[in-house]
Antibody, heavy 123, light 113 residues
Framework: EVQLVESGGGLVQPGRSLRLSCTASGFTSGDAAMTWVRQAPGKGLEWVGLIRTKAFGATTEYAASVKGRFTISRDDSNSIAYLQMNGLKTEDTAVYYC??????????????WGQGTLVTVSS | DIVMTQSPDSLTVSLGERATINCKSSQSVLFSSNNKNFLGWYQQKPGQPPKLLIYWASTRESGVPDRFSGSGSGTDFTLTISSLQAEDVAVYYCHQYYNTPYTFGQGTKLEIK
């Protein structure tokens, strides 16, 4: 059974850093693009970024709203993806979801999602 | 960036009736080399993560009831629920994975009349 479990969320002051983890099981995480999506309270889904597989250079892409502040990395030996968040702003307050990007026919679509972890940025 | 616009923002439908949600992308998400639309639909119930319903615009994910169907190509897409059930109350999102940054529609809230 495919499972994704996020951890590392919590309350953090503006300007500080936080690192989220996404632990995968039930599949070979190295075969998937690991993606982060967030959802501010009462709002819609916002794509944060992804890291492709090593076969695709483990390259990363980010939304403009987080580029330069957030970094996604992966440790396939332990089936974990990370979201390093620096310079946090109050508008980064959201539930952060990890999702598996499955590559089929040239595209990465998101098929499995974790339950999410809440990040609250407040003084 | 590709902007995804859904309509309507909210929808009220009677049990057993058809529900239709539209999604328009600001540019085509059809990949010409394989003729696939890089468009998915998700269902999100309160307190839960999104659940994949449809990918490639019209391919139903395994385990999704056949009352859910997707259609459209290029820039215009539709999610149809043929006979609304009580458990279908949720927010529905379209999502393009054609170009990064990947983007979502703003969501359509579906309720029972």
């Amino acid at each position: 059974e495919v499972q994704l479990v996020e951890s590392g969320g919590g309350l953090v002051q503006p300007g500080r850093s936080l690192r989220l983890s996404c632990t995968a099981s039930g599949f070979t995480s190295g075969d998937a693009a690991m993606t982060w999506v967030r959802q501010a309270p009462g709002k819609g889904l916002e794509w944060v970024g992804l890291i492709r597989t090593k076969a695709f250079g483990a390259t990363t892409e980010y939304a403009a709203s987080v580029k330069g502040r957030f970094t996604i990395s992966r440790d396939d030996s332990n089936s974990i993806a990370y979201l390093q968040m620096n310079g946090l702003k109050t508008e980064d307050t959201a539930v952060y979801y990890c999702s598996r990007g499955r590559r089929v026919s040239g595209g990465w679509y998101l098929d499995y999602w974790g339950q999410g972890t809440l990040v609250t940025v407040s003084s | 960036d590709i902007v995804m616009t859904q309509s309507p923002d909210s929808l009220t439908v009677s049990l057993g009736e058809r529900a239709t949600i539209n999604c328009k992308s600001s540019q085509s998400v059809l990949f010409s080399s394989n003729n696939k639309n890089f468009l998915g639909w998700y269902q999100q119930k309160p307190g839960q993560p999104p659940k994949l319903l449809i990918y490639w615009a019209s391919t139903r994910e395994s385990g999704v009831p056949d009352r859910f169907s997707g259609s459209g190509s290029g820039t215009d897409f539709t999610l149809t629920i043929s006979s609304l059930q009580a458990e279908d109350v949720a927010v529905y999102y379209c999502h393009q994975y054609y170009n990064t940054p990947y983007t979502f529609g703003q969501g359509t809230k579906l309720e029972i009349k």
